[in-house]
């Protein structure tokens, strides 16, 4: 492993992810991308429902995108330390395409994502980002499934 994409969510199971994923690069000397995706989808949605409730303004693609670049570079650095060498990009797009895009683009072997636990049903109806990234990604694929 060279170059590793890490799904890098703001929650206990991503932190878990980034863990295991500097755990394998110290091992190996790769370099880790922490990934923070804004999903576009949800964005609109959001901006839909606060437009129809007068709930207030909602923070512009630069705004969320610096707070999350702010956030995970944070996450990175609690958890990974300078043991290992890692970035932080940020994605505002859907998933699982575009972020099988950003991986192809930055060149990565190995994407590290944290799974959803769903039944066979709402696969169906919602569809299964880590699966299709199991599916899609041409290299191994972690997935943290709990």
Request: charged share 30%; with cysteine.
């Given at each position: 492993?060279?170059?590793?994409?890490?799904?890098?969510?703001?929650?206990?199971?991503?932190?878990?992810?980034?863990?295991?994923?500097?755990?394998?690069?110290?091992?190996?000397?790769a370099?880790?991308?922490?990934?923070?995706?804004?999903?576009?989808?949800?964005?609109?949605?959001?901006?839909?429902?606060?437009?129809q409730?007068?709930?207030?303004?909602?923070?512009?693609?630069?705004?969320?995108?610096?707070?999350?670049?702010?956030?995970?570079?944070?996450?990175?650095?609690?958890?990974?330390?300078?043991?290992?060498?890692?970035?932080?990009?940020?994605?505002?797009?859907?998933?699982?395409?575009?972020v099988?895009?950003?991986?192809?683009?930055?060149?990565?072997?190995?994407?590290?994502?944290?799974?959803?636990?769903?039944?066979?049903t709402?696969?169906?109806?919602?569809?299964?980002?880590?699966?299709?990234?199991?599916?899609?990604?041409?290299?191994?694929?972690?997935?943290?499934?709990?």
């Amino acid at each position: 492993m060279d170059r590793a994409l890490i799904i890098a969510e703001p929650t206990d199971r991503g932190r878990e992810l980034v863990e295991i994923a500097g755990e394998v690069a110290a091992g190996s000397g790769a370099e880790l991308v922490l990934l923070r995706v804004i999903d576009e989808s949800e964005y609109g949605r959001d901006l839909q429902r606060k437009a129809q409730t007068s709930m207030g303004d909602v923070d512009s693609v630069d705004e969320l995108t610096k707070r999350a670049r702010e956030a995970t570079a944070e996450l990175g650095d609690e958890v990974l330390g300078e043991d290992v060498s890692y970035t932080v990009e940020v994605l505002f797009g859907d998933l699982p395409d575009d972020v099988l895009a950003k991986a192809d683009e930055l060149g990565c072997d190995h994407v590290f994502i944290a799974g959803e636990k769903r039944s066979p049903t709402g696969k169906v109806l919602f569809g299964d980002t880590t699966q299709s990234v199991l599916l899609n990604f041409d290299g191994p694929v972690t997935s943290l499934i709990g």
